[in-house]
């Protein structure tokens, strides 16, 4: 007597791949309700840059058909087209293929950015704070909540695709060129939230993912850069990269969608592996399993300062490394830049100009870490490491003063840092030594602003923790208003309501010293406030 065993085998077998994606359809709708605010702030936050970068180029940098010349012929030198680029078809060059060619490349990593983080929000910072556990208890398949991301991802990357590609028309673009505008960038968007999903499950941290995918994103720019540099419109090493497969769909230069196959077969692949990978572990494990720590402290790390630091050290080191890096590079574009008659820069030294631009943005990235730095504090409260610290003779100022302490002087150092590394490039593209003290100089002087973007956070900290989360919308507001505000027609008082709007900036700044001693004296200010509010109000458990 025979039996065939066969298909009772792959009736099994399709249940359980069934029963891996049980209560996908739930895990969405909660994704959705959860990132109610959060992706449609995303999505119309890029959307709207679109004709904001337009009509700032438009009036500040190309308002004449001289202009443009000139600017197109700038942003084809090889050193520019690491930052912007490449430049299809610019024998026939016109203000919309002059915008895409100075700014597409950040609405793609804006778009990357947006993925990953929504990916990991989703995947791995569920399962590290124990709520994918719970979740897990109902009848929700292994693969639901990653499937749920995925599909979110997938949407937000649409509507994105839909609403830029609107922006697009809007400002003179055609309809097919405006769609494989949008479309370009989903692409980007769902590689890296493919890239995150792989990421979510290497780690036992949702900051180990992120940043592991931020560095994917941070090589795929580099290598998108390195093949700007090779050719006009992409050497051998563009195609290498993501951002690059998306910019060479050749937006009003040819209009091709092949390259978007690329991004899509690789989304693919990953996703693929994620899955695969995800298999194979145990919920809430890693397959890069965290280093344990020594089973005693050495005597030196028994203060709240030397905690702080401890803390703060790995952090402080990528920052580093990162600023070193980019400094080196930003700083060695300046010997390929002379005397412009571009009206932003009103015909000044277009090297020292470039220099003052770069030196801004350092302090804006500064602020960035300032900015995290204390959400990390706050990521200490909510998960329950704070009360055992708080347990011992360790008050809470003493904690939060060391912390803050620790981080103020993490941005002193981080930008001397960024400042050695710019004025290390600018001196030796340029065969000028005098740059590298006037460009430390500069980015010292900005000293005072990022303390403020410091305190803000720790005063919210302590006063009201549960909307620290406005740090940013300080952050964000202070750069655009400082940068894009005169050219939107924003009046000067209000211009003078940004944090970063009060030190000069250009040509490598000034000390101004009544500006510097308010900012010092608001940020003092902010951070009594966050001193005091942290002594008087109940900690978060979870």
Same mark, same amino acid.
């Given at each position: ?30 994704? *959705? ?14 959307? /709207? ?11 500040? $940098? ?16 090889? &050193?520019?087209? /690491? ?9 026939? /060059? ?13 609405? *793609? ?128 090493? &563009? ?87 980019? +400094? ?18 009103? +015909? ?33 409260? $909510? ?29 002193? /150092?981080?930008?001397?840092?960024? +400042? ?35 305190? $803000? ?86």
């Amino acid at each position: 007597m025979t039996a065939t065993v066969s298909p009772a085998h792959s009736r099994t077998g399709s249940r359980a791949a069934s029963g891996h994606l049980t209560g996908t359809g739930a895990m969405v709708r909660l994704a *959705l309700r959860r990132d109610r605010i959060k992706l449609p702030i995303w999505v119309l936050a890029i959307t /709207v840059l679109v004709p904001r970068f337009y009509y700032a180029a438009t009036t500040a $940098v190309v308002p004449t058909p001289e202009a443009l010349a000139e600017a197109t012929e700038l942003i084809q030198v090889s &050193f520019m087209r /690491v930052l912007a680029g490449p430049f299809f078809d610019a024998e026939a /060059v016109t203000t919309q293929k002059y915008f895409l060619a100075a700014y597409w490349v950040e609405f *793609l990593l804006a778009a990357a950015l947006m993925n990953i983080l929504l990916v990991t929000r989703h995947t791995r910072a569920e399962e590290q704070t124990g709520r994918a556990e719970l979740i897990r208890a109902a009848v929700v398949g292994r693969h639901a909540q990653l499937t749920a991301a995925l599909i979110v991802a997938l949407l937000g990357d649409a509507a994105l695709a839909v609403f830029t590609a609107v922006a697009a028309i809007s400002i003179g673009f055609p309809t097919g060129g405006a769609l494989l505008f949008g479309a370009s960038l989903a692409a980007a968007g769902l590689v890296f939230a493919a890239v995150a999903a792989v990421t979510a499950q290497l780690t036992e941290y949702a900051r180990g993912a992120g940043g592991l995918a931020g560095a994917v994103l941070f090589g795929a720019w580099i290598l998108r850069g390195a093949g700007a540099m090779q050719s006009q419109e992409g050497g051998p090493l &563009f195609w290498l990269s993501p951002i690059g497969w998306s910019q060479q769909a050749r937006v009003l230069a040819g209009d091709r969608w092949w390259p978007l196959g690329l991004s899509a077969l690789l989304a693919g692949l990953l996703v693929a592996g994620a899955y695969a990978l995800a298999s194979r572990r145990d919920l809430a494990a890693a397959f890069v399993a965290p280093r344990p720590g020594r089973a005693t402290a050495p005597s030196w790390l028994r203060s709240p300062f030397t905690l702080a630091l401890r803390l703060q050290q790995g952090a402080i080191g990528w920052w580093g490394a990162a600023f070193v890096t980019v +400094g080196l590079v930003l700083g060695g574009m300046t010997g390929g830049m002379s005397t412009t008659a571009l009206p932003i820069f009103a +015909g000044a030294d277009f090297g020292r100009a470039w220099l003052s631009l770069m030196v801004f943005t350092g302090s804006l990235y500064t602020g960035v870490f300032a900015v995290l730095s204390v959400l990390r504090l706050r990521a200490e409260e $909510v998960r329950g490491r704070l009360g055992p610290v708080l347990a011992g003779p360790t008050g809470r100022s003493t904690w939060l003063g060391s912390s803050l302490l620790v981080s103020a002087l993490a941005l002193v /150092v981080l930008l001397a840092v960024y +400042g050695l590394a710019l004025g290390a490039g600018a001196a030796a593209s340029s065969g000028d030594p005098a740059l590298a003290g006037e460009v430390v100089r500069a980015c010292l002087l900005r000293i005072p602003e990022v303390l403020v973007l410091l305190a $803000v956070p720790a005063a919210l900290l302590g006063l009201a923790p549960r909307a620290i989360s406005a740090a940013w919308v300080v952050l964000v507001y202070s750069a655009f208003v400082q940068i894009l505000g005169p050219y939107w027609g924003v009046q000067g008082w209000l211009v003078n309501t940004s944090v970063l709007s009060h030190l000069p900036w250009h040509p490598l700044g000034a000390f101004a010293p009544v500006a510097t001693v308010v900012l010092v004296a608001l940020a003092a200010a902010l951070t009594a406030l966050g001193l005091y509010g942290m002594r008087r109000r109940d900690l978060t458990t979870g």
